[in-house]
């Protein structure tokens, strides 16, 4: 059934895709010099250099602008993520290389920030923080989903609960660490050896958990 968060948004007119990312690229510094409250539609169209009515060709409001610069982000590394489980290669090697890329995108700064802003406006705007997470952690979820079965249909893995697997194994892959970088314990990103470290021993444990023995 169709929810007010399932529903697809509207979708403002403008055909030209150089413009639509000029635009997109001018949204994207003025959020991140100033965050979403404090930007304002004026200085979007001042650092991308379109007039407001252009700009309310292309996107209906400054929340569409924000969550168009996340889908476009979103699908650029979604595109990786999948790629590294979608290989021949043996399964450990997959889940090694998919679990690292996932907790070094997690703790990265740009997606700290974009949670963060998510956040702020759960209350206010419920409809967006829903997308948000139908559209990311959701679809994540659902591929590994997927790739888990595929693997038990192969034999390799022997999992009772698909769905509880795939939080396993994305909360492991940041065991430690995402929390900490969301509420500013951390303050710059992680070492590319801790991420590793924990990555890999999240995979260890998921495959001593469901590896078929």
Same mark, same amino acid.
Request: proline share 5%; net charge neutral.
């Given at each position: ?16 895709? $150089?413009?639509?990312?000029?635009? &997109? ?5 003025? /959020? ?6 404090? !930007? ?7 650092? $991308?250099?379109? =007039?407001? =009515?252009?700009?309310?060709?292309? /996107?209906?409001?400054?929340?569409? #602008? /924000?969550?168009? &610069?996340?889908?476009?982000? %979103? +699908? ?18 997959? &889940?090694? +290389?998919?679990? /690292?890329?996932?907790?070094?995108? #997690? ?5 700290? %920030?974009?949670? %963060?802003?998510?956040? $702020? ?35 390799? &893995?022997? @999992?009772?609960? @698909?769905?509880? $697997? ?6 492991? =892959?940041? !065991?430690? #660490?995402? %929390? ?18 924990? =990555? ?14």
């Amino acid at each position: 059934m169709e929810t007010e968060a399932t529903k697809p948004r509207r979708h403002a007119a403008g055909h030209d895709p $150089a413009k639509r990312e000029t635009i &997109l690229n001018g949204a994207a510094r003025v /959020f991140m010099d100033s965050g979403f409250d404090a !930007a304002s539609v004026n200085d979007i169209c001042r650092v $991308a250099g379109v =007039s407001k =009515s252009t700009m309310y060709v292309y /996107f209906g409001s400054k929340e569409d #602008l /924000f969550e168009a &610069l996340l889908d476009r982000e %979103r +699908d650029r590394v979604f595109k990786d993520l999948e790629e590294s489980l979608s290989s021949d290669r043996p399964l450990q090697d997959k &889940l090694y +290389d998919f679990s /690292f890329a996932l907790a070094k995108l #997690l703790c990265s700064p740009e997606v700290i %920030r974009s949670q %963060r802003t998510v956040i $702020a406006m759960a209350e206010r705007m419920p409809e967006l923080c829903n997308r948000f997470y139908d559209n990311g952690p959701l679809r994540m979820r659902r591929f590994i989903e997927r790739v888990l079965e595929d693997e038990a249909a192969k034999g390799t &893995l022997e @999992i009772p609960d @698909i769905t509880l $697997a795939a939080h396993q194994l994305i909360e492991l =892959s940041t !065991a430690g #660490l995402w %929390r900490q970088c969301l509420f500013g314990r951390i303050t710059s990103p992680p070492p590319e050896e801790r991420l590793l470290t924990t =990555s890999r021993s999240a995979v260890d444990a998921f495959l001593s958990m469901y590896r078929k023995r």
